[in-house]
């Protein structure tokens, strides 16, 4: 049904910038987060692993009659979202395939930039989107482990975080880059810290935005866009530290979080 919710997973907080960005896209939609905090960080887990809870996932979600799931997790996106997609009917959206799309459309110089956990610039989930569309950018990824704790933390914008991010990103400055992945949905909390350490006058891509369009225009061309009336819900769950998530989750989110349930996975 068009007011039926759409589902979006990520194993933590991170995947909470994507709802803020999509909750601003389609202000009509209702949605069902899952933090799956049991597991997290997806990023040092094995690929088996990963594509066992994101099934489980959305086995809970399709249980909630979702009509579409949103992989908020580039981990995820990168290892399981094939897979996913040939074992389920629902239409998933994963959040690397928009953000190449967008970057091979908008980067003039055609020299972009990656950057992420070290799972995800390791899994090559980029390089082989951009070779997939047989886009002609060149594409200069590096591994920023360090960000997603000073995010959690809070230290995002304190000077530890520029003197880090000068060490992972000060190279860029001798490239010509123009367009910048964000390919950790924890980053956009350091949009202003990566501004200041790269000189270039640079194009961010943020994965929500990126996925905002895509999944609009599914919705559009589908006619099952929510025109119901009935005001928009977001339902939080998440399957361990129900409290924490209450606590941090509202920096991702930009507002309070309230009625987080805690579930198990089957």
């Not at 594409?139 to 000073?150: D, E, G, S």
């Not at 933390?153 to 860029?172: C, D, F, S, T």
Request: glycine fraction near 8%; proline fraction near 4%.
């Amino acid at each position: 049904m068009s007011s039926s919710p759409i589902g979006i997973f990520d194993s933590g907080l991170g995947g909470l910038t994507v709802l803020k960005s999509l909750q601003l896209q389609l202000p009509n939609e209702n949605f069902i987060y899952l933090g799956d905090t049991a597991h997290l960080p997806y990023g040092n887990k094995g690929i088996k692993s990963v594509i066992r809870y994101s099934i489980q996932i959305i086995d809970f979600f399709l249980s909630h009659n979702t009509k579409a799931i949103v992989i908020a997790c580039n981990t995820a996106s990168a290892v399981a979202y094939q897979k996913l997609k040939k074992k389920y009917d629902i239409p998933i959206f994963d959040v690397v395939t928009p953000s190449v799309n967008i970057t091979n459309k908008i980067s003039k110089n055609r020299i972009v930039g990656v950057i992420g956990t070290h799972s995800t610039i390791q899994s090559g989930a980029y390089k082989k989107s951009f070779f997939d569309i047989n886009s002609d950018c060149s594409v200069i990824q590096i591994a920023c482990p360090l960000f997603v704790p000073l995010i959690e933390e809070g230290w995002h914008n304190k000077p530890v975080a520029q003197e880090i991010a000068h060490i992972y990103l000060g190279q860029y400055n001798k490239t010509k880059i123009d367009t910048l992945i964000l390919g950790c949905t924890h980053y956009p909390i350091m949009e202003k810290t990566i501004k200041i350490v790269i000189k270039n006058n640079i194009e961010l891509v943020f994965s929500g935005d990126t996925l905002g369009y895509e999944l609009s225009d599914h919705l559009k061309n589908n006619n099952c866009e929510n025109t119901s009336g009935i005001s928009c819900k977001t339902k939080f769950y998440v399957t361990d530290f129900p409290q924490k998530f209450d606590e941090i989750g509202g920096k991702f989110l930009g507002r309070k979080i309230e009625n987080v349930n805690h579930i198990t996975l089957l």
